[in-house]
């Protein structure tokens, strides 16, 4: 059992970290205000500053409930409860798995956003309709080993190769996963991957013809949109829409 600090937590906390969990704690209730949530599934996960393992929200809640650093709990990577209060996501080994194996990712967030486990189920590659799909190097892949969710380390471990060097992947007739090396860039690669989805979705089921940027192209466009000014003006905007 986790020893319960959090009544005298913000005394052995680091300010730094409290305020980043914060910031986590904020990018999940924008995360359910874009389309992401589902019941209290789904969960965020930041990388510990000391190399502890990670803190992730806690079962129970959902994205929008999330309201600070005290609805997070630290597991180290073998999942053991180090601090905090709360129980487990039985998913927990995703974030483990990716973090261990990608050290330029700090974030790491699982989700089930409608257009995007739609599309989880297909069987051909997101392209860029528009801007959103460009914010992706190339086509996210998708994991196909089961549908099942993934809470055997050796299925997280899958995913995590499957994923290479992309910061998004499919969980085949399941969800999404997205990552960053910051909580910002994180947030927005899950809410442009969701508009994504929905966009390629929506024409296709129009019938009508359509096309996309070749590789150079996208490249190009993905440079346009993603630096870490426009990405922290992104989140700055959400949260002040959230505010509203």
């Not at 969710?149 to 999404?176: P, Y």
């Amino acid at each position: 059992m986790a020893e319960n600090l959090v009544d005298n937590a913000s005394q052995v906390l680091e300010p730094e970290l409290i305020s980043e969990l914060d910031k986590l704690a904020l990018a999940c209730r924008i995360l359910e205000a874009q389309g992401h949530g589902s019941r209290t599934l789904g969960h965020g996960a930041l990388r510990d500053p000391d190399g502890k393992g990670f803190w992730i929200k806690r079962w129970g809640i959902a994205f929008d409930e999330v309201q600070d650093w005290r609805d997070f709990i630290l597991l180290g990577f073998d999942g053991r409860q180090l601090f905090g209060d709360g129980k487990r996501h039985s998913e927990w080994p995703i974030h483990a798995e990716i973090l261990k194996r990608r050290p330029d990712f700090n974030v790491s967030f699982h989700s089930h956003p409608f257009y995007g486990r739609v599309f989880s189920a297909a069987e051909e590659p997101l392209q860029a309709v528009s801007n959103p799909g460009n914010y992706f190097k190339a086509p996210p892949p998708r994991y196909t080993g089961t549908s099942e969710l993934v809470r055997k380390v050796s299925v997280a471990t899958e995913v995590a190769e499957c994923m290479d060097g992309h910061d998004a992947i499919f969980l085949r007739n399941h969800g999404v996963v997205f990552c960053g090396e910051t909580i910002a860039r994180a947030l927005i690669v899950g809410v442009q991957l969701e508009e994504a989805c929905k966009e390629q979705l929506t024409i296709q089921a129009s019938g009508i013809p359509w096309s996309w940027p070749d590789d150079e192209e996208r490249a190009r466009k993905k440079g346009d949109g993603a630096s870490t000014e426009s990405v922290e003006l992104y989140f700055d905007y959400f949260a002040r829409r959230l505010g509203k």
